[in-house]
Each structure stands twice: as C-alpha cells, then as structure tokens.
C-alpha cells in the first residue's frame, strides 16, 4: 500500500490545519496509523497514533490538546486536525502504517512513509 499525504500549508500562529493521508493499493485495514513530523535539523518525531480498532490513541505531549487524529470507516483516509497552531510545529509531516500490529509507538516499526507535507506556521 502507498500513502499519500496532503493537507500542508503556511499558516499564522492560532490557525487550524487538517492532513490527510490516503491510502492506494491497499487500506489500513488492520494496523495502527501514525503520523510524524521533521523540523530542520531535528530528528523525525512521533506526532500521533491510532490503532487499528479505533479506539487507542496516542499524542505527543507537544501536541496534545490540539491535534485530533481520526480514520474512516473505509480504511483508506486517516486524518489529523490541527488545532491552535505554533511556530514550533512548523515540519515537513509524515504518515506511515505499523507493519504488524494493530497498535505500537515506536517509529521503526512503522512502514510505507509517505512523501510528506511541509507544514509552516508563523508567529
């Protein structure tokens, strides 16, 4: 399955944002979807995760509050709404699909990364 993220954008400081990231090929059908962020010259971070049942989720502390990650019925769109934005969340944004199991955190157990979507907020 490939992934394709779209939803980036430059926006001031207190905007909102949605990504969304759509699967072809495939669905998420099964597995846990996460998304990630990069900010220049930081290493790739964990944003949010939902599981593959819908029912678990997980934040980062950074954007907890803000963000709200959601996936559809179809298992072919999952998003995340952006709320209150900051300059700090300014980062090229990622999703990607656990490989295996239906939920888990740790970003090297995630796969099929789509190409991103730069995100920039100003003050």
């Known amino acids: 399955v490939q992934l394709v993220e779209s939803g980036g954008g430059t926006v001031r400081a207190g905007d909102s944002l949605r990504h969304s990231c759509s699967a072809s090929?495939?669905?998420?059908?099964?597995?846990?979807v996460g998304w990630f962020r990069q900010a220049p010259g930081k290493e790739r971070e964990i944003v949010s995760v939902?599981?593959?049942?819908?029912?678990?989720?997980y934040y980062a502390d950074s954007v907890k509050g803000r963000f709200t990650i959601s996936r559809d019925s179809a298992e072919v769109t999952v998003y995340l709404q952006m709320n209150i934005l900051k300059p700090e969340d300014t980062a090229v944004y990622y999703c990607?699909?656990?490989?295996?199991?239906?939920?888990?955190?740790?970003?090297?157990?995630?796969?099929?990364w789509g190409q991103g979507t730069q995100v920039t907020v100003s003050s």
């Open positions: 990607a699909i656990h490989r295996w199991a239906g939920y888990g955190l740790n970003p090297k157990d995630f796969g099929s």
């Open positions: 090929g495939g669905t998420f059908s099964g597995a846990a």
């Open positions: 939902v599981s593959a049942n819908h029912i678990q989720t």
